[in-house]
Structure formats: C-alpha cells, structure tokens
C-alpha cells in the first residue's frame, strides 16, 4: 500500500474553500493529484505466492492467500491480506487494530502495459471514499511472476465519485461550506472559532479574508489548530489553488476548478 495514497490524512481531499466575496461562491472540484516529476516507481513482485512491496515504506512481503499477516512499521495498518483473483487482478486488504480501513484492487490491462487501482478508504469520513488510480508500466516483474509484478510509475490519482465537489454561500460576512462526504460549517470571516461537522480530524474552523481572492482556514481540535489551509483564486475566476500545511512541515498544494 502506497504511502502517497495516504495524503488523504493531510492530503488532498479539499477541506474547504471561502471567502466573502462572490468570487468563492459556488460549486469547486480538485483536479487529478499527479505525482511529482521527480518520484520513483513503485516496485512490487508476486512470486510464488509471496507478494512483496519493495518501494513501501516501510517495505514489506506477506503470503498472498487472502488471510491476514501482521505488517510492522506502517501508522495506518497492522494487517494485510493479499488475494488472487486471476491472472491480471488481486485484492489487497489493509486493517487497523481489526477494523478494515482500505481495499485496494489492482487491475492490470490485456496488454500488460497499464494498471488501474481502486481503493475504497473506511473509518477516515463519515462515508467510504474510493479513489482511482492509473499506472503505466515501467519494467516488468520477475518471469514466471503475476502480472501485477514490475515497476509501475503512477500517471494520476482522482476521486472516484467526486465526494470532494465542495460548495461555498456566502451571505452577511458569514460563510458556509458543505461537501458530498458531510463535511460542513457556517463560519464568519472575522477568525471567530465556529463548529466544523463530519471530519473527526476538527472540531471547530476560523475563517480569515486576506484579500478578495484569499482566505486561509485554520481548522482546529479541541482549540489547537493542525491544519492551516491558504485557498487563492486566479484573476479568471475559474480555478483556484490550495495549500495544506499540517503544523509539522508537511505542505501539500493542489489545484482545483469551478463547475459551471
């Protein structure tokens, strides 16, 4: 299971865009993430009935006959089944403590040059969010290994049903935001805490207008802020650009775009 996969923890589910002018207003939807130029492929073998991930951090190699093994090192999981549905698709299952928290389905194309993985993510949302994934193949596995094996460089990464489409009103000095995973508030724009419902990660949002096309939200637990978004929205009034910064070096960015 990929680590990037997990940006979902910091990354990359559009939390919330505002502001009180009109230019906010509206129905926005994040484009594809794609990887960085720069990152390595992922490495991945399945041999004889041992699948094994070398490019995971941490790396690990679990017997693939769809029961559980234990997986040292990850935050996210502690157990991982792998199945073998045919030549070209396997299932893997990642737990927590007992508890499912992502399936991931790997398919490979007839021609052997692509792949597709779809992850359905539990527990995190107050509804399953499944993301979808396309590869192309860079190496291939061991001979004699399944097909799912080799090097695989990731071209984009996208919500499967668009659970993040989030929509902005804004009306006297106050914003109110919703999104299709049940995440919403009503905060005005004086950095005054107001309740955010549906993301057990918060409990309360302040909300502060920079300019006319920015605003940075601060999204708190119990008082203490973990996240500091910054949303700007480019002179076309069409697309805007999102910065994450977890408090503890990590920062994501994103771009997204208005629907008519």
């Known amino acids: 299971m990929r680590n990037s996969y997990w940006y979902f923890a910091g990354l990359a589910l559009l939390p919330a865009l505002v502001s009180a002018q009109s230019a906010f207003e509206g129905t926005w939807r994040p484009d594809p993430q794609k990887p960085s130029p720069t990152a390595k492929p992922d490495i991945v073998e399945l041999v004889k009935g041992e699948y094994a991930c070398q490019s995971c951090s941490p790396s690990y190699k679990v017997t693939a006959d769809g029961r559980d093994h234990a997986v040292a090192g990850s935050p996210y999981y502690d157990n991982l089944s792998v199945s073998i549905v045919d ?3 396997i299932i893997r299952t990642a737990k927590k403590a007992g508890r499912t928290i992502a399936e ?11 792949k597709k993985s779809t992850q359905t993510v539990t527990g995190m949302m107050p509804q399953p969010v499944e993301l979808t994934s396309t590869y192309s193949r860079v190496a291939a596995g061991p001979k004699g290994s399944h097909s799912v094996s080799g090097q695989w460089r990731e071209i984009q990464t996208d919500l499967t049903r668009h659970d993040e489409d989030t929509t902005y009103k804004v009306s006297a000095n106050k914003l109110t935001m919703s999104d299709r995973m049940g995440r919403s508030f009503s905060a005005s724009l004086d950095g005054a805490d107001a309740p955010y419902s549906g993301d057990s990660s918060y409990n309360s949002v302040s909300i502060k207008l920079i300019d006319k096309n920015t605003i940075e939200e601060s999204d708190k637990k119990d008082g203490k802020v973990v996240q500091i978004n910054r949303w700007t929205i480019d002179p076309d009034g069409t697309t805007i650009h999102a910065r994450f910064d977890d408090t503890h070096g990590h920062i994501q960015e994103q771009v997204g775009h208005r629907l008519p």
């Not at 991931?104 to 692509?114: E, L």
């Open 87 to 89: 030549g070209r698709t």
């Open 104 to 114: 991931i389905k790997d398919v490979v194309s007839v021609d052997g040059t692509s």
